[in-house]
């Protein structure tokens, strides 16, 4: 049994769908557009159901029977691309055939991207329409009759359209229409496009939408091409643009003036395409060397990347993570006087060597370093100093005399405490530092919690000396019942069923101990997913989200689910509802000021939604990703790879928690952190790979699916390193399971290859790997 150590909660991390989920299910919702007008056939025009027409608005009129009854009206909807201006577009459509309004959909027939049957946004919604080549065409295809009983007309891709502003002064202001205008106010080199801006005075309305920026996340006003193609009308999407936050004058000015001279190739690299070369470099080995070697190439590639200096610190990127300060030896620490003033830097990656010279070490001596940065102790007054031993950057912390002073100062009033009340035991005097201490190391043992528990129960001194898990179960990691997992009842009995009397199972992936928790809120909740231990709910009656610890109780609100059921791909064939609820991957942060925040991922999505505790609505990441595989929570962060389509190198991406700070929370593009070995088209094993935890770290398993399966392990962190080739040979008796997590009706199903023919040069290795398209009681298993 305690062989059976999993890599990752896996069972726990199961989907329960109880057999009468559908029944709480909310009502599934219509199709997302229901427009009067039906969708025309390619080189058909099909008319207007003449019953759908509005007779409030007076059903507009072609100018042949005079003017209309009512005016019309002209919205216009602007920003750069992936703003959700489509979006925003059919939404407003969809609220006015919803009304009962005829509704007529245009949009350019230059935009051939989806075809040219459909308006789709770049979520993959889909609506019919008319793509043509000007707006005066649309009265002639749709015919007069027709024409007359439209009542909204939205065009999409208006910069498109020459005769923009004739047709919506026509439509508008002589039939009586309500148009609705989405297009791009400016191109690529943020100036005007088309006439879309010269419809502004005519607008009753208009609403600029801002994308985010692919490369920080912040918001985003313009569109960058990603391309040298220099003509204004380039159809394309994601391959060709992106968007781009507004720069600063001093960036304009190099973005001015590397327009108006002949560059030459290298100084001509756009700003933005600069910012993001920098950041692989920032992503390197030797990442700082590299990268002031790439910004000394010229001042153009200098402006337009960051400077270290001055954010040495506050810019983890900048941290010299893989740089060791070297012990001299001969009795020369640093400071030495025979040293003068040098010391010497050692990369762990590449083993290079770098002399700097730091006179600073005269007066101050080195306790330790973190990610590179040296933590130095002032001498004369003891302050704690973080110094980026390459940008020079100080940041300074307070003395560290002031702990010893508290300390002092409650041991002293402790002491009096304690002589006046009683003679304590030897093991009721400790001190309360000490027990804190002790506390820690028994939190981070395999069965933290419950030897926790032990451990307060011992005293009252014991018990008010350390931290109450309860009340802190979720926003203090120490507490999360990581190796924790529910266990599936088998015989039909989910959580919440009547027969287990509200009482649910846990096991102990690392000692295989038991419990028995009562928790009566399954009644009302099922399980979608857990986190490190933490049971992710779902609140039957409003779809909310929350977060249960099993053991103390706490229970943390996060917004419905509900809210997400829009980005489920129209794409997908059976209720939204299926797709929503399976949790690809979930993961919990707790930030410094304690704001829990949420990222999942659902399989019937392609962003990834977040939201911090107490939050009416997810959010979703202004980026998305078509295929990714084998999802896994780890510290707070999402892993996953993303399978190369062909022959390509399959990528391992890491998505950050998101960021809290300024006035709307953002998610962080996924970083590339490493690439595995591509597949090649002569060989007959085409490898898989999946990531599993295992000893607090992260393993690459290779699977191979030919004719000669040889399955391989691998540590993340090698690859990230670029060594590819050095395999684990021992993964310390403990057991990967591999594949889909399914815990569904008190069956778990793992999903994998068969056998576990896992082999290292020739020889059996310990530790074993579960693969297997197999359904098993884990009664049978674990007895
Ligand atoms: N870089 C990107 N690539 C592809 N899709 C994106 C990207 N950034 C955002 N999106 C998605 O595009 C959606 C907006 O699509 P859409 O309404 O078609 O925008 P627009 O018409 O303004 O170009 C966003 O909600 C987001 O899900
Ligand atoms: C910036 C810019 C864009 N385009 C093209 C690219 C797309 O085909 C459309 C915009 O589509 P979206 O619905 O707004 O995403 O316009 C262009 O031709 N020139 C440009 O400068």
Known sequence: MSSICAMRSLLAASTFLRSGASRLRPLSLAPPFRLNLSRPSLGAVRPVSAAAVDKSRGGGGSGMEGRPSHPGEIHVIVGPMFAGKTTALLRRVQVEAGTGRNVALIKSDKDNRYGLDSVVTHDGTKVACWALPELSSFQDKLGTEAYDKVDVIGIDEAQFFDDLHDFCCKAADRDGKIVVVAGLDGDYKRNKFGSVLDIIPLADSVTKLTARCELCGRRAFFTLRKTRETKTELIGGADVYMPRRRRTSADADAVTAAATRDPSP????????????????????????????????????????????????????????????????????????????????????????????????????????????????????????????????????????????????????????????????????????????????????????????????????????????????????????????????????????????????????????????HLPLFRDHCVLDSVDGILLLQRDHDTAIRLLHPFTGDIMDFPPLETLLRYVSSKLVGDKWDYLRRIGAASINVSADQVVSLMMWSRGMVQVAFATSGEREWRVSSWYFNQIFSPLPFQGKLYMVRPHQTYGEPEILRIDPPQLEGTEPWLPPPTLIAKCPANTPDSDNRVLYCLVECDSEILVIALSSGVHKKNSVYRLADFVLGRRTIQVTNIGGNAIFIGKRNLNKGQIRFQGLLPASWRVKGKWRSGCAFFGFSTYSPKAHHS
């Open 266 to 517: 290298w100084e001509s690299l756009h700003e933005d395409l600069l910012e993001l070369i920098a950041w692989r470099v920032l992503a390197g080995d030797d990442h700082l060397r590299d990268y002031v070697r790439f910004r000394a190439v010229c001042p153009h590639w200098r402006s337009s990347t960051t400077c270290p200096r001055g954010r040495g610190i506050v810019d983890r990127r900048f941290h010299p993570r893989r740089w060791m300060l070297l012990p001299e030896g001969h009795g020369l620490y640093p400071g030495h006087g025979k040293l003068r003033g040098f010391v010497r830097f050692f990369n762990l990656s590449t083993g290079a060597f770098v002399r700097v010279h730091l006179p600073l070490f005269r007066d101050h001596c080195v306790l330790d370093s973190v990610d590179g940065i040296l933590l130095l102790q002032r001498d004369h007054d003891t302050a704690i100093r973080l110094l980026h031993p390459f940008t020079g950057d100080i940041m300074d912390f307070p003395p560290l005399e002031t702990l010893l002073s508290k300390r002092r100062r409650r041991t002293s009033a402790d002491a009096d405490a304690a002589a006046a009340t009683r003679d304590p035991s030897p093991w009721e005097s400790l001190h309360e530092d000490l027990l804190e201490l002790i506390a820690w190391r028994v939190l981070a043992g395999d069965d933290h919690l419950r030897d926790y528990v032990r451990f307060r129960a011992v005293c009252s001194h014991w018990r008010s000396s350390t931290t109450c898990p309860r009340g802190r179960g979720i926003v203090d990691r120490r507490f999360h019942p990581r190796r924790w997992m529910l266990l599936p009842e088998g015989h039909g009995l989910y959580p919440g069923h009547g027969k287990l009397r509200g009482f649910v199972r846990f096991f102990n992936l690392s000692t295989g101990a038991f419990v028995r928790v």
